[in-house]
Structures are given as C-alpha cells and as structure tokens.
C-alpha cells in the first residue's frame, strides 16, 4: 500500500518530499499514513461497492493469477449475495452451488467450507468473510472452489492468504480512488481559486474605467483570454453607436423569439443545448443589465465539451458586473453630457440676450445651432398670423431664405400640427410628408422642433444631414431645450418691440410721437436726399372743447388723425405734434408734392368731421443741397408756414417762403 501512495501526484506528498533526514518531516509522513489508515468504509457504502469490489479483484488476479494451479477457483461476493469478481473457468462447472454458502457466510460471519461432486470431481468450497478495518463491519465475502482432495489439508491457510491478500488490493484501490477524488477536489479548489482571482482582477479593471467601451473592451479581451475558441457577441438595445463588428443592435422585431430576445425580455441566464451529436454547441445569452435596466445581451456559443458550470458562473459574475460598470459609466457619461448641454444653453442665452432685434436672433441661433449639432444645413421659420403662412427668417440655404410656405405644407406643417418635436433618420424611407427643404439641400437626416412663445407654436426649426442616421436621440433632446430657450428670445425680443412701439405712439389718436418723428427724420437725414414735413392745426379747436366739451374734442382730433393716416402713402409717418397739432413726415417728396397731400387732407375734414372743423396746414422740405440740414430747421419752417396759414384766416395751406397758398 505504501509502495503504492508513493507513486501518487506529487502534489499530495509534498509534506513528506523533503530532506528524510528532517524528524519533523518523518513525523508529519507517520501522522500522514496513520491518518489514512483511519480511513474507512461503512454500512453506507456497501451499495455502491460494487466498481470497487472488481477493481480490486482485477488487481489482485493481476498478482497472482498466473502464478497458481488451475485446481482452485476464486471468486468475490458482495453483501447482497451477488457474484462480483470470480474465475471465468468456473464458469464450466455448473453442478458447483457457491451462493448459498455465500448467503450462510454473510449471516454467521464466520468462515465456512463445503465439500461437494460435480462433472470435474470432487471440490470444496471455502467462504471467507472480509471485514472493514476500522469497525469491523463485514463488506464482502471471499470465495474459492478446490477441486484436488489431497489439497484439502493447506487449503484454508492459503484461502485466508488470498483473501487478506485481496483485502489489501482493496483497501488500496479504496486509498487510491479516495486520493484521487481528493486531488481532484484540490485541483478544482486551485482552478476555482485562480478563476477567482481572474474575476477579482477584471472586476478591479472595470471600476477603474469610466468609458462605456472601454468597458464593453474589457469583457471581450477577459472572454478571449479565457476562452480563446469561444464566439462571443454583443446585441445593444440602446442608442449607442459603436463601430467594434463584435457589437450590434438587438432588433427585437426581427429576431424573433431566439435565445437573446429571450434573455433580454426575461432578465436572465438562458441556456441551450444543441441536439446535433456531432456538433455538441452550448448557445448562452445572458443579459448586461444594472438597476436601472437592461442595456443589451451577450451571445456566447462554446463547445459543450469545455463548458462546465463553474464557467457559467464565472461568466455570468464577469458580465453582471460588466453591466454595473456599464451602467455607472453611462450614467457618468450622461451627467457629462447634462452639464456640457447646460453650458451649450447657458452660452446660447447669453448670446440671445445680448440683442432684442428679431433679425439678429434669428440669424444668431442659425448659426448657433449650425455649430452645435455639426449640421450641413438650417432653416428657421416663423409664422405670421397675417397671411397664416411660415416665413423663413434665416437660413444657409439660398433658395430657401426669405421664401414664404403653406402653414399645412412639409415637415414644418407637420411639427406645426403635432406640437411635438421630429426626427427624421432617413429621409428616404420618410413617406408622411414631402419637403422642399430636405429635397433641395439632399439631406437624409433631420431634426425639427416647434419654437413656442406664449405657449403657442410660432416658428419651426429645422437641421439637416445628407448622412443616414446622423442625429442622435440626444440632439433630438438638446434641440427641443434649446428650441425652448429660443422661443423665450423671440418672447422678450417681440415683447420689447411692443413695448417700443407702444412707447412711441399716442395712445388717443394712434399716431406716433414727436420724438419718434424726430428720430424717423433724423435717420432719414442721413441717407436720403430730400423730404417733406406737413405741419397740419385743428382750427379754432379750443372752441370745439368749450362748446361741445374734451370728450367730442377727443373724437375730433380722433377724426382729423384717421383723414391723415388715410389720406398719405403707407411709407409716410404720420404723428402727433402737440394739442390739436400734428405732423406728417413724407420721405423723397418735394413740396409740390406734398401740397397735393395737403390739401387733400384740408378738404376731407371739412366736409368729413362732426362737428364740422376745418384745419390749417404748414409745410417745409429740406435736400441733401442745403446749407444746413437738420430736424430743428425743417420744424422752424414748416411751422412759421403755419403760423402764417393761422394769420391768413385759417382753412389753408401756406407753403414756406414760397407765395403758394391753397
């Protein structure tokens, strides 16, 4: 048995492979073979004896079954009575009846012995009880068939030999298949702990990154280096682009109910088994999912033959904790991307807010939303409750700039009616509406969103690419916030315009006030060439208020302010002077010109106005060849002009220093 444990792994010995010398080194070998010595079977075991029984009955017929003479047979009985190793001569002496001596063995535990006659003679049997070293309990029973009568005398000597002979090629087969167990417990233990310290080691490498693919990298290079023959892929449900082959999106739709759709809907390990014999292929999917959702599956398929559970578990354990480093680099990436997309609109509405021109808001955010999603193309619309028609207020696209569009017609009808923002990713394959902005610029991809001032859809915005696929759900995000901070713009740029407009007009006749018309001459001044100013009074107005009272001398100067808008051209600026005064600036009109104008207006509210009123009027013109042009002096002429129609008795036009009266 020694000799025996001494041709075992070393591995197993390594306590006792030292200097001999060393007494602790002998001590610890003694303590070692005492210890499986120890070492024994039990009533428990004896079902599953059977293997072990002939095992041990090849070794020991091995030894010794070419060295004796063919006149004793021996055999192996188990505790059953069953026949588990013997000779297969005594196969041909049917007339010998072993078991029943077997069964009287195994009830006496006692050695017994039988003569007997059979076709070959006389014979006689002896049974041998074998019993287990530690306690004795008995396991089997040794058998042999004597056939020469002047054998009888040695033959239970030599029976008892064989037989304790036999109980040590048993309890060395025992020592050797519990040895090996034991070293294959060791090794596994070793192979579990060296997977362990893999797994440590990725798991380590895979906190340290903050990079999705890098991440996602990581799992593919562990996966090649510890199973080098295994194909692997990765089917993403997410909008993440990524141009490693190994990695693809997971179309449900088209995949059908195969084991990645599976695992992915389910949340879990699936696995499944091939039914070719040949082809013995394990299909794995298991799912990379944190606590947040699941982002997509691994598909594995391995030879079955190199795929044991510890592996799954390995496996499974690497991509669980693949998908928590996912996760947290995602979520790293989106607040990344949060705080560069508030840096994005804080820029923007600072920029915005820098101006209160519509103009400059509109051409600013094209070129702001150019920059930012890296488009080819933009077109920004607003829509003009006049005519109920988009107008495109800024665009880089030359034949679409400045061009008016049905409010139902095209992309921007469609955001229009929906209120909801678009995304376009191929524009070929886009049957809903047509566009004259994506068919003249060749764009395949879009993003569009409404612009809301107010609360009410007021304009579209529009990005296009000739690529497919170019915007992300991102941009498709960022521009609906940026679009809202946009409308807010344009809000407080038409707010202010109002606010202007409403700061420049009378807020009883309409017209506009002085400063205003001086601001308006002013600037004409400084471009144009020539102009005319028609000072026109309400006569004998303090009158009308001390008969008829302020109430109708308001509706009077109503009257007369609405002949006047009326009665001049679009382009002209009508206001209020001052009291019943007021004035009428007619740019690139001489004053013959504006006499016409004048006494036109004379006319009408004398036989218009009720009460009846008649009006007396001054008028001055200045050109670009005068000695001094300024607003003081035309105002100065224009109104000694009236100062003289008043002297003249009123209901009349006096033009300056001219002798021309109507």
Known sequence: ??????????????????????????????????????????????????????????????????????????????????????????EADPGVDARRLVLECLDKRQVLSLKG??????YLIITHPLFSRTNKDMFAVFTAVIYESNRYETSEAVVQSEALHYHTCFYRRFEYIFMTDLLHAHEQTAREEHRRSILFQIVQRMHDKMDVEAILDEVFDSMDYLYPATYIKLYMSQDQSNSDPRIKPLLVHERGEDICVRSFMEGKLIVARSDDAENRIVDVGIPLKGKQGIYGVFHIEMNEEIMEESDLQLITMMVDTAGTAFENAKLHEQSNMLIQELRLINDLTQRLNKSLHLSEIYQLSEQELKEIFQAETCCILQLNDSTNDFEVMSSNVKDV???????????????????????????????????????????????????????????????????????????????????????????????????????????????YVRHYLDSVIHERQA????????????????????????????????????????????????????????????????????????????????????????????????????????????????????????????????????????
């Open 117 to 122: 006659t059979s076709e070959r003679g006389e």
């Open 401 to 511: 700039f400045h061009q008016s569009f049905s409010v139902d017609y095209g992309i921007a009808g469609l955001v229009y009616r929906t209120e909801e923002p678009l995304i376009i990713p191929n524009y070929a394959q886009y049957n809903k509406v047509s566009s004259f902005f994506m068919e003249d610029t060749g764009s395949m991809s879009l993003i569009a969103s409404p612009i809301r001032v107010n609360g009410e859809v007021k304009g579209v915005i529009l990005l296009g690419h000739s690529r497919e696929h170019y915007f992300s759900y991102d941009n498709y995000r960022l521009l609906q916030m940026l679009s809202i901070h946009i409308g807010i713009a344009l809000s407080n740029a038409t707010l202010h315009a109002e606010v202007r407009r409403l700061a420049n007009l009378d807020m009883l006749t309409g017209l």
């Open 1 to 90: 048995m020694l000799e025996h444990l001494r041709s075992l792994p070393a591995s197993l010995n390594s306590r006792s492979s030292g200097d001999s010398a060393s007494f602790a080194a002998s001590r610890s070998h003694e303590e070692h073979v005492l210890w499986m010595q120890k070492m024994d079977i039990t009533p428990f075991d004896f079902s599953y004896l059977g293997s072990l029984l002939e095992q041990a009955y090849s070794d020991w017929n091995s030894r010794v079954g070419s060295s004796l003479a063919r006149t004793i047979f021996y055999s192996v009985w188990n505790t059953e009575g069953d026949c588990i190793g013997y000779d297969r001569d005594l």
């Open 527 to 662: 471009h144009e060439f020539c102009g005319s100013l028609i000072v026109v009074d309400i006569d004998q107005f303090k009158q009308v208020n001390d008969t008829f009272g302020h109430q109708t001398g308001d509706q009077v100067l109503k009257q007369v302010s609405e002949i006047v808008t009326s009665s001049v051209r679009p382009q002209d600026v009508c206001a209020r002077w001052g009291g019943e005064e007021l004035a009428i600036y007619m740019p690139q009109v001489s004053v013959r010109q504006a006499l016409d104008y004048a006494e036109v207006i004379r006319k009408r509210v004398a036989e218009e106005t009720r009460p009846l009123v008649t009006v007396s009027s001054g008028i001055a013109e200045w050109n670009w060849m005068d000695e001094k042009v300024s607003v003081e002096s035309l105002f100065y002429r224009a109104d000694m002009a009236l100062y003289s129609a008043k002297n003249g008795g009123r209901n009349r036009i006096v033009v300056e220093e001219q002798n021309v009266t109507r």
